[in-house]
């Protein structure tokens, strides 16, 4: 590869996420504005759409098809790319890379704000609503997959990470965020204070201790949320508010290492 070929990105949603929505004129995207930064540097963007709630294993295989169509599409089948992953997005890349065989595929995966050592908030998701409400249950009878929730429990993130060893081919990048409570939009002030007792510092959802792994880029002070460029927050409140050159930032240094 030549150090100034743009290589195509993918840019992975987390849990309850989408890729990119078009109504009409209207274009939502997951990561908002992100993606025609990128294009702005000649990068071709691939944003996949895999099931909102499924289990890591469901999503990573989803991801796995959608990448090789987008690149079979854009007429570079045997080029590499780079993902930027957010949230459960980086543990559904990390088990396509290790057990998909996608490790030949993908020059550098960027985590950012994933719980690689797992949420509390997910273990008490799963302990008060689960079998105290009987909401797995109730998904199970609506024949609804919400095993994306259970894969991100403390427990399950050690049996993940015993059994999905890092892979030599791929550069590891991970990216952590951290908000004081009172700076976190109100969603998320419950689960703040449950990952904070156990993990400490966090961005209302998964905490630096948890989102760390492979070569950690930055700590980022914003909310989960803000991460991708969504700020639910007034402006007055966002210490950090276009996410946009950070992005760009990690790309040049992620091309400055590869050459």
Not at 48 to 55: D, F, Q
């Amino acid at each position: 590869m030549a150090c100034g070929d743009p290589l195509p990105i993918v840019l992975h949603h987390g849990l309850f996420g989408f890729g990119e929505v078009r109504l009409g004129k209207l274009r939502l995207s997951y990561f908002h504005g992100i993606d025609r930064a990128l294009a702005g540097l000649g990068h071709p963007v691939i944003v996949p759409r895999v099931h909102p709630t499924g289990s890591i294993q469901r999503r990573a295989g989803q991801l796995k098809q959608m990448i090789l169509r987008r690149l079979e599409l854009l007429g570079r089948a045997r080029q590499r790319v780079i993902i930027l992953a957010h949230s459960l997005g980086g543990l559904d890349s990390r088990y396509m890379l290790t057990h998909l065989g996608m490790a030949d595929r993908v020059a550098a995966l960027v985590t950012i704000c994933t719980p690689h050592h797992g949420s509390p908030y997910a273990d008490w998701c799963l302990r008060n609503l689960g079998r105290r409400m009987g909401a797995w249950q109730l998904a199970r009878t609506l024949k609804l997959d919400l095993e994306g929730i259970r894969d991100l429990t403390c427990p399950s993130c050690r049996r993940f990470n015993n059994h999905t060893p890092d892979q030599t081919q791929v550069r590891y990048y991970s990216v952590s965020a951290a908000r004081p409570r009172w700076l976190v939009p109100p969603m998320f002030y419950h689960s703040h204070k449950i990952v904070g007792e156990v993990q400490g510092d966090n961005d209302g959802l998964v905490s630096v201790q948890s989102a760390c792994w492979g070569q950690h880029l930055a700590t980022w002070p914003v909310d989960h949320l803000h991460a991708v460029n969504r700020r639910l927050l007034p402006r007055a409140l966002c210490e950090a508010r276009d996410m946009m050159p950070r992005y760009l930032e990690i790309i040049r240094q992620i091309k400055s290492e590869m050459c």
